[in-house]
């Protein structure tokens, strides 16, 4: 990856960008240098200068993996407000070739955040930050160890892909929905449907007998030409 990255960018003249992998090579550039606030109303201009700075990326900064030289070049984009803290909530937009806004704060797009922010020496392992999207939903993050790759420095996020087969898994990254698009049934609500649905007459007509519960061992031994299940 690379810091502070200089560059040209068809309609935004000098953007810096910080280069960096998560799963993705990703160039992540400051949203308020950009002139965003991250809100949806935002979303076309986001996603058409994050497609800019993509291209402008491609043709400007070399960046390979140090074990797989097939992925090369920078192939998404990630505008960020300035980092506030440890523990504490960033919001992002994640742009996806070509041009696209995701909904989501995207768990390669933390994961490559978490990687810049050690590089530059903010963060260490056991440290931990939320990304919020645009629309509010969250993905969780936390540095669980140092490790190399090839000849270069990197970190292991709590539940990326990358340098899984090095990392001893805890847990994964926790996404949420903000409460205005959570699911407004209620556990009982849904259970009531599903007996309903269930209670259709028509479903008899897939009952060829019945057997007492104490009996249905027996009875699924049978089915599977066993003399027993236990």
Known sequence: GELDAELEVEGHGQVRVDVAYGGMWYAIADASALGFELVPEEARDLSLAGEA???????????????????????????????R???????????????????SATGTGLSARLAVLHGRGLMKPGDAMTHASVLGSTFDGRIVEETRVGDR????????????????????????????????????????????????????????????????????????????LW
């Open 53 to 83: 700075i993509r291209a402008a990326a491609r043709e400007q900064v070399e960046c390979v993996h140090p074990e797989n030289r097939a992925i090369a070049g920078v192939s998404i984009v990630q505008i960020a407000e300035p980092w």
């Open 153 to 228: 420095p990197a970190i292991v996020p709590l539940g990326g892909a990358f340098h899984s087969q090095r990392l001893r898994i805890e847990a994964s990254q926790v996404g949420r929905l903000p409460p205005d698009r959570r699911v407004r049934w209620t556990h009982r609500r849904r259970l009531e449907l599903a007996l309903s649905l269930l209670d259709d007459p028509r479903l008899d007509a897939l009952v060829t007998d019945e057997s007492p519960f104490s009996e249905l061992p027996a009875v699924m031994a049978r089915r599977v030409g066993l003399t027993s």
């Open 85 to 103: 803290g440890v523990g504490e909530v960033s919001k992002n937009a994640v742009v996806v070739a070509p041009g696209r806004l995701d909904r």
